[in-house]
């Protein structure tokens, strides 16, 4: 099973600033690696699919990057509604497995 | 739009039975790969089960010979059968169209496993 290990666990930041959340493989998973955003009862939404790819209907200020065993999805400039808990997924191997997931929450 | 509605949900005790099911609508169901993945209370994601178009199927270890991943494309349904039902199998369950990434979400259906 690929472990996928995301860091940091949370991340204290201010609207504007910049976000740079990592997410590493136990082993390579080439860049089939996806990003997906969770608010509090909400079902996650894809951000990013095969490392880089933005899904529709999300933003420039977010983008994914990195290939192998690491990763990082950078939010350029965090807006209100960028603060919730971010979750790497990897789709190299089964069985599918997620990160543990970073909080971006406000400093 | 794509929609997929989870039910089934419930309290049930040790050792119990549940069969949840998600309609899916707005997309042709039965072209499309299926999964459940659940959520533990305050916890992460974890990926459960898999259902291709043509029946294939994939099951984390944790859920493996316990449930049973299925689906009726004539009623655009997928269903998890889930027996010997544990404490650490509570959490929202929720079904997602694909399986490479999970594009498309349902609102997903609480399950409680408590004596």
């Known amino acids: 099973e690929i472990v996928l290990t995301q860091s940091p666990a949370t991340l204290s930041l201010s609207p504007g600033e910049r976000a740079t959340l990592s997410c590493r493989a136990s082993?390579?998973?080439?860049?089939?690696l996806a990003w997906y955003q969770q608010k509090p009862g909400q079902a996650p939404r894809l951000l990013v699919y095969?490392?880089?790819n933005r899904a529709t209907g999300i933003p420039a200020r977010f983008s994914g990057s990195g290939s192998e065993t690491d990763f990082t999805l950078t939010i350029s400039s965090l807006e209100p509604e960028d603060f919730a808990v971010y979750y790497c997924?990897?789709?190299?191997?089964?069985?599918?497995?997620f990160g543990g997931g970073t909080k971006v929450e406000i400093k | 739009e794509v929609q997929l509605l989870e039910s089934g949900g419930d309290l049930v005790q040790p050792g119990e039975s549940l069969r949840l099911s998600c309609a899916g609508s707005?997309?042709?169901?039965?072209?499309?790969?299926m999964s459940w993945v659940r959520q533990a209370p305050g916890k992460g994601l974890e990926w459960i089960s898999t259902i291709g178009s043509d029946g294939y199927t994939h099951y984390a270890d944790s859920v493996k010979g316990r449930c049973t991943i299925s689906r009726d494309n004539s009623k655009n349904t997928l269903y998890m059968q889930m027996n010997s039902l544990r404490a650490e199998d509570t959490a929202v369950y929720y079904c997602?169209?694909?399986?490479?990434?999970?594009?498309?979400w349902g609102q997903g259906t609480l399950v409680t496993v408590s004596s």
């Open positions: 095969d490392a880089s």
């Open positions: 997602a169209r694909g399986f490479r990434w999970f594009a498309s």
């Open positions: 707005g997309f042709t169901f039965s072209t499309h790969v």
């Open positions: 082993q390579s998973v080439s860049s089939y």
């Open positions: 997924q990897q789709r190299s191997s089964w069985p599918l497995t």
